[in-house]
C-alpha cells in the first residue's frame, strides 16, 4: 500500500522538475548583442531593454535625421545601447537614472584622424579622463564633479587590437555621484575604433559591480 500510494507524489515531483526546466529553457539569462560585420560582440542581461536607434542618436547628434551629415554619420558610426531603467531612455547614458546603462559604439576613422590615436584619445573619447582633457572641459564650460580615477588598464589582446579600460567617477552638479566602465579598442591600423560605456551610481555599481563587470568582459573584438 505505501508503495502504490508514493507514486503519485514521484509522478508529481518528476511535472514540477520538468516543468521548472522548460521555463528556465525558455527564459534566456542574456540578451548576446552583435555586429557579425565588425566582428564586436557583448552580453547584458536579459531584463534590460534596448534603446531605439533614432532616439540614441537625435541625443548624441542632434542634427536633422535627413541631413547629409546625419547620413554620413550612419555610414560611419553603429551604435547600440540597453538600459535596465524600468522606463528606459537614451539620457540615462549620462547619469539621470540610478540603473545601469550600456552604449556600445563602432566608429571608422578617416585617414586625417589615424595619425592622431593614442591611448589617452582612447580615454578620453566620451568624457574627459585624462588631466589634460579635463582642464580642456574645464575652460570650455563643461561642469563635471567630484572626479575620481578607480582604474586605468592598457588592454593588449593582440589580433589586431590594443586598448584600454578605465573606470572612473563624475558627479553632475546636483546629482548623484556616477561611476563610468569604459573599453576602447582602436585597431592596429587606427581604421576603427570599438567603444563600449557602462554607466551606473556609483552606490549601484559597487551593489552590482560583479554583474556590470560581466557585462564589460563580454565585450569582444575581433579586427577585421
Not at 15 to 20: D, E, I, S, T
Not at 79 to 84: G, H, L, T, W
Not at 173 to 195: E, I, K, M, W
Amino acid at each position: 500500500m505505501a508503495t502504490i500510494s508514493s507514486r503519485p507524489s514521484r509522478v508529481a515531483f518528476l511535472l514540477v522538475g520538468l516543468v521548472m526546466v522548460l521555463a528556465s529553457c525558455g527564459s534566456p539569462e542574456f540578451t548576446y548583442v552583435q555586429n557579425s560585420g565588425e566582428h564586436t560582440y557583448f552580453k547584458v542581461p536579459a531584463e534590460w531593454t534596448e534603446i531605439d536607434r533614432a532616439a540614441l542618436d537625435g541625443m548624441l547628434a542632434p542634427e536633422d535625421p535627413d541631413s547629409v551629415a546625419a547620413q554620413v554619420r550612419k555610414q560611419l558610426i553603429w551604435s547600440v545601447a540597453y538600459d535596465a531603467d524600468p522606463e528606459p531612455s537614451p539620457t540615462h547614458l549620462f547619469g539621470a537614472s540610478t540603473k545601469p546603462f550600456v552604449y556600445a559604439s563602432v566608429r571608422k576613422l578617416a585617414e586625417s584622424e589615424r595619425g592622431a590615436v593614442s591611448f589617452n584619445t582612447l580615454r578620453n573619447f566620451v568624457l574627459p579622463v585624462t588631466p589634460e582633457a579635463r582642464q580642456s572641459a574645464k575652460d570650455a564650460g563643461l561642469v563635471l564633479q567630484d572626479f575620481e580615477l578607480i582604474r586605468d588598464e592598457v588592454l593588449t589582446p593582440g589580433k589586431g587590437i590594443h586598448g584600454v579600460r578605465a573606470v572612473f567617477n563624475y558627479r553632475h552638479p546636483g546629482g548623484s555621484l556616477q561611476t563610468f566602465d569604459q573599453t576602447a579598442y582602436v585597431t592596429d591600423d587606427a581604421s576603427r575604433v570599438y567603444f563600449l560605456l557602462l554607466r551606473c551610481s556609483a552606490r549601484c555599481y559597487r551593489e552590482r559591480g560583479s554583474e556590470l563587470d560581466m557585462v564589460a568582459r563580454s565585450f569582444t573584438v575581433r579586427s577585421p
